[in-house]
């Protein structure tokens, strides 16, 4: 059962995979933290691009075998109609 906390060092706004990962670093660290999160439950489809920068993969220290695959490039869509592409040089 969850204990009630009057307030908290930390509030992450969405609890999908960066929040999530964010949320349980911090509370690994000793912060009491808050999730928000817009959906009722957390299983189901995810509504996220999938890719991660390798800097954040260091940083917050994500074990590469949850890694289903390293990207090289993408293309993104934004509303708006104009296409951004990009690429890197990967490194391990």
């Known amino acids: 059962m969850a204990r009630k906390i009057d307030s908290y060092d930390v ?4 609890g999908g995979p960066s929040g999530s990962q964010v949320a349980y670093k911090l509370a690994g660290m000793g912060y009491i933290v ?5 959906k009722a439950t957390l299983n ?3 509504c996220c691009t999938g890719l991660v ?3 954040c993969v260091d940083k917050f220290s994500i074990p590469e075998v949850v890694i289903h695959r390293w990207a090289s490039g993408a ?3 934004p ?3 104009n296409r951004f592409m990009f ?6």
Do not use: A, N
Not at 11 to 14: C, K, L, P, S
Not at 87 to 92: D, P, Q, T
């Open 87 to 92: 690429s890197v040089i990967l490194r391990r």
């Open 79 to 81: 509303p708006r109609g």
């Open 34 to 38: 808050g999730v928000v999160e817009k």
């Open 44 to 46: 189901g489809d995810i």
């Open 75 to 77: 293309k993104l869509f």
């Open 11 to 14: 509030i992450v706004v969405g």
């Open 53 to 55: 920068s390798r800097e």
